[in-house]
């Protein structure tokens, strides 16, 4: 390269960059002065418009966790009422063969005999009538639990030595209070585990074998952890989202989307009064 050709690059390159860099800026849209202050004075109104609305309730709320969340039991039960009038055939029974089921020795003139009232068979259909929670007391849930519902069972037996059948209908309720403890898991779900109950399912049937007419009532043992599994709620927040960031490379577009991760931290709940409370904290952090 000559001397006569780096003179004419060091006159000509300054001048060369400053256009560029001017052509570059003139593709950018800056507001003025003025127009930074009014946009800033009228942001500034409407925040603090916004402040006298939410200082308020700020006020009201515990301190010391992002997110407070109360759930209250009327609610808690207009979705229990929903999902128990949603069907009527919630719990179907099939009953096993029980021989025998009622046994009675007689006498007539000398003469010994023996009735006998077996079940052969039966299906009853259950409907879960009432799901409703009553009291929140002490990290406890106190519900009303009340099932009906009937059928037909098949009987056979002897009655003064002759065997006969009959086909009977049953009736079947069960109404009884029941306890769940509400304890939260490490991952954040709120775990509802009926506390271990007896419970009893009466059964009421009318049956006649010939002359012989039985009414029988018996209370059928049911296990409340057997009848209700522990019912689990997630609660809470683990998720990704895009969130816009100013762009890293000039281009057509001002904005770009990074992934962030937000996530609920520090959560405890607690049920006590009317309400199921949760608490936790949120971190918004990338990913």
Do not use: H
């Amino acid at each position: 390269m000559t001397t006569a050709v780096r003179a004419l690059i060091a006159r000509c390159l300054p001048p060369l960059v400053a256009a560029l860099t001017m052509a570059a800026c003139s593709s950018v849209e800056l507001p003025t002065k003025d127009e930074s202050r009014e946009v800033i004075a009228r942001s500034r109104a409407r925040f603090d418009s916004l402040a006298t609305v939410i200082a308020p309730v700020a006020r009201s709320l515990p301190e010391g966790y992002d997110v407070v969340t109360r759930v209250r039991s009327a609610m808690v039960n207009r979705m229990l009422k929903a999902f128990a009038d949603a069907r009527a055939d919630d719990l179907r029974i099939a009953f096993p063969p029980t021989r025998p089921l009622l046994k009675e020795e007689k006498s007539v003139l000398g003469i010994r005999y023996t009735n006998l009232l077996d079940i052969d068979t039966g299906n009853v259909v259950l409907n879960l009538r009432t799901f409703r929670f009553e009291r929140f007391a002490n990290n406890r849930l106190d519900a009303l639990l009340e099932i009906d519902g009937g059928g037909k069972i098949r009987a056979s037996g002897r009655y003064t030595g002759v065997p006969a059948g009959a086909s009977p209908d049953i009736e079947l309720t069960l109404s009884e209070r029941i306890t769940f403890d509400v304890r939260l898991t490490d991952t954040g779900t709120v775990i509802l585990r009926p506390v271990p109950k007896q419970l009893a399912l009466k059964a009421k049937f009318s049956v006649k074998l010939l002359e012989w007419s039985i009414p029988w009532r018996e209370d059928i043992p049911l296990q409340l952890t057997d009848l209700i599994k522990p019912l689990a709620v997630p609660v809470a927040l683990r998720s990704e989202i895009p969130f816009p960031v100013p762009a890293s490379t000039f281009g057509d577009s001002k904005l770009q989307f990074v992934p962030y991760l937000l996530s609920t931290q520090r959560s405890s709940v607690t049920v006590n009064g009317d309400a199921v409370e949760f608490k936790a904290d949120v971190e918004f952090r990338k990913k």
